[in-house]
C-alpha cells in the first residue's frame, strides 16, 4: 500500500493560480503510475490528469488542459499539480491516486484531499 498525503489548497480568486503536493510512502513510488482527482460538493469524484511512473506520458481532462500541469520528483516521492488561470468550476476536494494510466482509474488508496476553493 502507498500512503498519501495532499498539500496546497487554499481559496484563491478566479484567474489565480496554486500548486498542489502529493507526497507518497510506504512502496516504491517510482514504479507507480499517480493522478490527481477532483470531487465538488454534491458531485461524482471525477479524473483531473494522470502522470506515468517515469513522467513521460501524461494525460487530462480536457476542462482543464492548458490550465494544470502535472509533474513528478521521484526522488522526493512527490507528485504535483500546477493550476493556472483557476475558474469558480475547479472548486473541489483534490485527491492524489495511485492510477492505471490507460483506463484513469484509481487501483489503491487515496489521501485525505486538500480544499481547493476559486472565488468569482
Known amino acids: 500500500q502507498v500512503q498519501l498525503v495532499e498539500s496546497g489548497g487554499g481559496l484563491v480568486q478566479a484567474g489565480g493560480s496554486l500548486r498542489l503536493s502529493c507526497v507518497a510512502s510506504?512502496?516504491?513510488?517510482?514504479?507507480?503510475?499517480m493522478g490527481w482527482f477532483r470531487q465538488a460538493p454534491g458531485k461524482e469524484r471525477e479524473f483531473v490528469a494522470a502522470?506515468?511512473?517515469?513522467?513521460?506520458?501524461?494525460k487530462y481532462v480536457d476542462s482543464v488542459k492548458g490550465r494544470f500541469t502535472i509533474s513528478r520528483d521521484n526522488a522526493k516521492t512527490t507528485v504535483y499539480l500546477q493550476m493556472n488561470s483557476l475558474k469558480p468550476e475547479d472548486t473541489a476536494v483534490y485527491y492524489c491516486?495511485?492510477?492505471?494510466?490507460?483506463?484513469?482509474?484509481?487501483?489503491?488508496?487515496w489521501g485525505q484531499g486538500t480544499q481547493v476553493t476559486v472565488s468569482s
Open positions: 491516486a495511485v492510477v492505471d494510466f490507460a483506463t484513469r482509474i484509481s487501483t489503491g488508496s
Open positions: 510506504g512502496r516504491t513510488f517510482s514504479n507507480y503510475d
Open positions: 502522470i506515468s511512473w517515469s513522467g513521460r506520458l501524461i
